[in-house]
């Protein structure tokens, strides 16, 4: 199906970011967004290309109060050769539907969904920084928006895409990997067996912030959720999956307990080490084995895999008020093997031969 969104283009166009080293993760949105309504009898309906500005919102709107709500998260890349590109996005829309599935929220069409995504891209493509480690970050997201305190299904919801021009999240002065420290979570807990952990909701997060905070005052970046039940299984870091080198094996959590975001970037690094030959597992991995492997010296890598950062590698865990460190702190082969790998295809340096990219427009 052929969509045509019409465009209220700005009549004051942003300055860019005159630096893209200095960009950081979502500081700077561009000039347009992308907004559509969903009611029922119409369904998805008036797609339309805005000004990125404020919208206004009844303050007794129900996602304000309970949270219905879902999200994604993409990035567009230029290539050298003058295209622009994503990164396996059927993989994002059928994610999304598993979300919108869990959350009750009306499904959108993948056809719909990329057709606005292209849309939004297309008008603010000159926002695409070019700057290693840099991309611009697309941030889908639909929401319940009723006047309503029952704890239902929204009657009317509202998609938007904004998209802001970013670097990498957890970036070295020079765009490349650092390693950061990360705090083991033996006390709050993200998600459990039932709960809405493998789908992408606003909802997640808020119950992790406080952990997030804890972490910080042991100078941490982020935290390695355990799981729910037990406290003894690792599951995620933060916002990204988590995978462990130990004796040559990489050991990432499974999915089947519903608890773990799964991951594109995560579903990526699986398939590249296996092309690779390396050894990979999808199983239950207890934090007093990684301990053990960081005390006997077989620990060999720690990192963390996402879109917002691609890969990034982990140095030191905190846990239980002790440090462990991971092999010497600096940043371990495989995980730069599989950045430079990744980032490559994503970027068109590297030979895609996955067929992981989807090309949006040839600027020539
Ligand atoms: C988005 C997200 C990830 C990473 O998923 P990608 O598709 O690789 O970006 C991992 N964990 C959580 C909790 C997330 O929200």
Redesign the pocket.
């Given at each position: 199906m052929e969509y045509n969104f019409p465009v209220t283009r700005t009549t004051h166009p942003k300055p860019r970011p005159a630096d893209e080293s200095k960009l950081g993760f979502a500081q700077y949105f561009t000039d347009h967004m992308f907004c559509m309504d969903w009611d029922e009898g119409q369904g998805w309906h008036d797609g339309r290309i805005v000004p990125h500005a404020p919208i206004e919102i009844e303050p007794a709107s129900c996602v304000l109060h309970y949270a219905q709500m879902m999200f994604e998260?993409m990035k567009a890349y230029k290539t050298p050769s003058g295209a622009i590109q994503i990164f396996r996005p059927e993989?994002?829309i059928a994610?999304m539907a598993r979300t919108c599935e869990r959350m009750c929220i009306p499904e959108l069409p993948g056809d719909l969904f990329l057709a606005a995504v292209k849309a939004v891209i297309w008008e603010d493509r000159d926002w695409i920084p070019s700057s290693p480690g840099t991309a611009l970050y697309i941030r889908p997201f639909i929401f319940g928006d009723e006047v309503s305190f029952s704890v239902l299904p929204a009657k009317h919801y509202r998609f938007m895409i904004i998209l802001t021009p970013t670097g990498s999240y957890y970036a070295a002065n020079d765009g490349g990997l650092a390693t950061t420290r990360i705090f083991v979570q033996d006390e709050y807990i993200?998600a459990a067996r039932g709960g809405t952990g493998f789908a992408?909701v606003g909802g997640?997060?808020g119950g992790g912030m406080r952990a997030s905070l804890d972490a910080m005052k042991y100078q941490c970046k982020d935290v390695l959720w355990l799981d729910a039940a037990e406290h003894k299984y690792v599951e995620?870091i933060?916002?990204?999956?988590a995978f462990f080198r130990i004796n040559d094996e990489v050991i990432t959590a499974p999915l089947d307990s519903g608890t773990i975001?799964p991951?594109?970037?995560?579903n990526s690094v699986i398939q590249l080490l296996k092309k690779w030959g390396v050894k990979v597992s999808e199983r239950k991995l207890a934090i007093d084995d990684i301990i053990a492997a960081s005390k006997d010296g077989s620990l060999q890598e720690i990192f963390a895999?996402?879109?917002?950062a691609v890969i990034s590698p982990i140095g030191c865990l905190n846990f239980k008020g002790t440090d462990y460190k991971v092999a010497d702190e600096q940043v371990g082969p495989v995980a730069q093997k599989l950045y430079d790998t990744l980032y490559g295809i994503q970027t068109g340096k590297v030979e895609d031969d996955m067929g992981w990219t989807y090309k949006l427009f040839d600027l020539k």
């Open positions: 998260g993989m994002n994610r993200r992408k997640n997060y995620e933060g916002t990204s999956n975001l991951g594109i970037t995560r895999s996402g879109t917002a």
